[in-house]
T-cell receptor, first 113, second 113 residues
Framework: RKEVEQDPGPFNVPEGATVAFNCTYS??????FFWYRQDCRKEPKLLMS???SGNEDGRFTAQLNRASQYISLLIRDSKLSDSATYLC??????????????FGQGTTLQVKP | NAGVTQTPKFRVLKTGQSMTLLCAQD?????MYWYRQDPGMGLRLIHY???????AKGEVPDGYNVSRLKKQNFLLGLESAAPSQTSVYFC????????????FGPGTRLTVL
């Protein structure tokens, strides 16, 4: 079983739609959670951190459910420029803070005009 | 600031050849990482370094060696390339204060024939 699992998609949605991605992780010791964005043939970039209380950044909302080991990302009012692969990322856990990250395989979003 | 740079951008090797990938960062970051990204697999950590002169193994270290002689550079070596090492290699760096916010280089596309 993969440590971080995502539905690879692709999700094809029209402009203006609301779309949600989900992710599950297996290491209950993980402390930090993130969504990274990766454009085609480019490097990943941090989109947002995910906090237990849920957090919002403009059109993007992230939620964390520690009991179910489940993370979500909601995108409202989708734009063409949101087309990308979204990577669910979890810290490696453990007591030493080495910054080790575990990446999901990514969910591809294609926003159509 | 150039951020994180990687050299070369593309390379084709024959089985058994050796090469070194160079990662350089100008952000004075303490931590540096090498990942590989394969279709359907997500990014996987090869080796990492938490400071000049230190290195440690990640999830998939076999067949690779690394060195961090200078704080700004992190080298990844393939002593005897194999077709299974065909991949996209990303380097990342971060500071110790927020080690999970990683900044990635543009990647090196390596093909081993």
């Amino acid at each position: 079983r993969k440590e971080v699992e995502q539905d690879p998609g692709p999700f094809n949605v029209p402009e203006g739609a609301t779309v949600a991605f989900n992710c599950t992780y297996s290491n209950s010791a993980s402390q930090s959670f993130f969504w990274y964005r990766q454009d085609c043939r480019k490097e990943p970039k941090l989109l947002m951190s995910v906090y237990s209380s849920g957090n919002e950044d403009g059109r993007f909302t992230a939620q964390l459910n520690r009991a179910s080991q489940y993370i979500s990302l909601l995108i409202r009012d989708s734009k063409l420029s949101d087309s990308a692969t979204y990577l669910c990322v979890v810290s490696g856990g453990g007591s030493s803070n080495t910054g080790k990250l575990i990446f999901g395989q990514g969910t591809t979003l294609q926003v159509k005009p | 600031n150039a951020g994180v740079t990687q050299t070369p951008k593309f390379r084709v090797l024959k089985t058994g050849q050796s090469m070194t990938l160079l990662c350089a960062q100008d952000m004075n970051h303490e931590y540096m990482y090498w990942y590989r990204q394969d279709p359907g697999m997500g990014l996987r950590l090869i080796h990492y370094s938490v400071g000049e002169g230190t290195t440690a193994k990640g999830e998939v270290p076999d067949g690779y060696n690394v060195s961090r002689l200078k704080k700004q550079n992190f080298l990844l070596g393939l002593e005897s390339a194999a077709p299974s090492q065909t991949s996209v290699y990303f380097c990342a760096s971060t500071n110790g204060g927020d080690p999970h916010r990683q900044f990635f280089g543009p990647g090196t596309r390596l093909t081993v024939l």
